[in-house]
């Protein structure tokens, strides 16, 4: 009977160890996705959201990544504290905001 369960009894402690860390999101190093690379002077879209935020005063409630002319652009939607809402166009490349 005890052979029978074996295997339970060695994966419980694990399951039970890693499980609560990986809803929490701290998953073991392995389990983690590495951050997307980027080539050198390239901006990825959490930094064109912080740059954005910061430049604008205003928060950042939609991002997605568009291509114009074979170049990648973040369209960003920004709120203000007065409610204004507004768009504007963050090149991957350069960072330059147009």
């Known amino acids: 009977m005890t052979r029978r369960y074996a ?34 002077g390239s901006m990825t879209m959490d930094q064109a959201v912080k740059m954005a935020e ?12 568009q291509k114009d002319g074979g170049k990648s652009v973040y369209v960003l939607r920004l709120l203000n504290d007065t409610g204004h809402v507004w768009t504007v166009h963050v090149d991957a490349a350069t960072g330059a905001v147009q």
Request: charged share 15%.
């Open 7 to 40: 295997p339970l009894l060695v994966l419980t402690p694990l399951l039970l160890g890693l499980g609560p860390l990986c809803v929490l999101g701290v998953a073991p190093r392995s389990a983690q996705a590495a951050p997307a690379a980027t080539a050198p």
């Open 54 to 65: 910061k430049k604008f005063h205003a928060r950042v409630v939609k991002a997605e990544t």
